[in-house]
């Protein structure tokens, strides 16, 4: 058993923050929070060796439930194309570049470290088609001790042919991948990753189906992201009522757990249809307004009850740090609010919070906050340089977020285990 004690925020509910002043908190064996208190006492650990932060703060880790590894070298760049042509121009020759071992290695290391420096212990992500780029993808995390969902792409139309693989090579090398990276409590694991429909032929998403409910795994992909793309879907599925309706003809709405990124443009049915089959939305404010695709509903999916987690969509998004993405979406929320009328309010911190910690988290299994039974995966906060004696803890945190950056994280831990170094 660890002990560590510190002022401890977290969000068990999405419009409540739970703050613990000089708090502590008791870590299993297994990396699990055996309990939180104010006392030693309360937590029944009254000879166990305390790990002091003194006056720091300790929050969950960050959770990123979307992200492009293999788009790391065009972070900040090319931010002047609307989705399909940007794929076209910037995305797709880049990713061909993983064609490449030792520039996947390379990159793939230089990306796992910026997780690490931003805070976050958790990521969903897009790797590329390429079977031996996206195992060193997997291996780095898994050295780096970080949890990831790593998807090999499924692509096999409407992109140039050495980013395109059959049915049979696609399944082939992501059954490998599988067969390597098996058991649902790994920290590392693959996810079925079609693209998204305009990358991908009827078979191919109907293989990717399959895939998930043979071996009981995860799905990502891309929805209603922007309005030329949502059209070139109704010309690809005349028959589908809907985007997500295509995506559940193929099996890919459920039930295996799955997140869709954007759902910018999701109207009132395809929203519907994503709550009632429990699927989560990366809400990628960034991304949204870099690759002008326009602002997702978020306030109001979370009042309908979608599950939301926020995701840096780099390099549609150009910033790595949840901080900051928690911060975009807050500010897109309030757009909405004022073209709203003020019908539909806007994001407050303790759902922006929520939404990087335990929302997110919840994709991952018991992630993303500091009850009983969950990972721990935490963040040490150092805000000595702002000034936090003037303010409450609440208020401190907010100024990180707002203000901080990855100098202010002073400890990174990921179930249970500090994670001290990044790869070399
Ligand atoms: N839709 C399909 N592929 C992509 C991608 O790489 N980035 C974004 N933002 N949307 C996509
Ligand atoms: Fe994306």
């Known amino acids: 058993m660890k002990i560590y004690k510190a002022h401890i925020i977290y969000t068990p509910e999405r419009d409540r923050f739970e703050v613990l002043e000089n708090g502590y908190v008791a870590v299993d064996d297994d990396g699990r929070v055996a309990g939180v208190g104010s006392s030693l006492k309360a937590l029944g650990c009254d000879d166990a060796e305390v790990t002091d932060f003194g006056n720091k703060l300790l929050i969950p880790a960050m959770n990123d439930v979307h992200v492009h590894a293999a788009q790391y070298h065009n972070q900040g760049i090319a931010m002047d194309l609307e989705l399909l042509p940007w794929l076209d121009n910037y995305t797709f020759p880049e990713e061909m570049k993983f064609g490449s071992e030792e520039y996947a290695e390379r990159i793939y290391r230089r990306f796992v470290n910026h997780l690490w420096r931003v805070g976050t212990m958790r990521s969903v992500v897009f790797a590329t088609i390429h079977t031996e780029g996206t195992r060193w993808l997997m291996r780095h995390f898994e050295e780096a001790g970080m949890g990831a969902m ?239 004696d003037d303010y409450s803890l609440l208020q401190r945190l907010e100024r990180i977020i707002y203000t901080g950056d990855d100098r202010h994280i002073a400890r990174r831990y990921c179930r249970g285990r500090e994670i001290i170094a990044p790869l070399p």
């Open 150 to 388: 790593v998807g090999k792409v499924a692509m096999n139309r409407n992109c140039p042919p050495a980013l395109q693989e059959s049915v049979e090579e696609y399944v082939e090398g992501f059954e490998s991948l599988v067969n390597e990276y098996p058991g649902s409590e790994a920290l590392v694991r693959p996810i079925v990753t079609p693209r998204f429909i305009p990358s991908c032929t009827p078979e191919l998403l109907r293989a990717c189906g399959e895939m998930a409910r043979r071996h009981n795994l995860p799905v990502q992909s891309h929805l209603s992201e922007n309005l030329s793309e949502i059209e070139l879907v109704s010309q690809l599925e005349p028959e589908s009522r809907g985007y997500a309706d295509a995506y559940h003809s193929y099996g890919l709405l459920g039930p295996q757990p799955t997140v869709m990124a954007h759902c910018v443009w999701s109207d009132e049915a395809e929203r519907r249809l994503l709550r009632d089959n429990g699927v989560m939305v990366a809400h990628c404010p960034t991304s949204n307004l870099n690759v002008a695709s326009g602002m997702a509903p978020v306030a109001t999916m979370l009042r309908e009850g979608i599950k939301v987690g926020l995701g840096s969509d780099i390099s549609g998004g150009h910033d790595f740090s949840l901080f900051r993405v928690m911060i975009y979406a807050i500010q897109v929320s309030k757009m909405h609010y004022q073209r709203s009328g003020h019908a539909v309010p806007f994001l407050s911190l303790s759902e922006a919070f929520w939404m990087a910690t335990k929302s997110g988290g919840s994709f991952f299994g018991r992630v993303g906050s500091f009850e009983k039974g969950y990972d721990f995966d935490a963040l040490v906060l150092d805000d000595s340089d702002l000034y936090p």
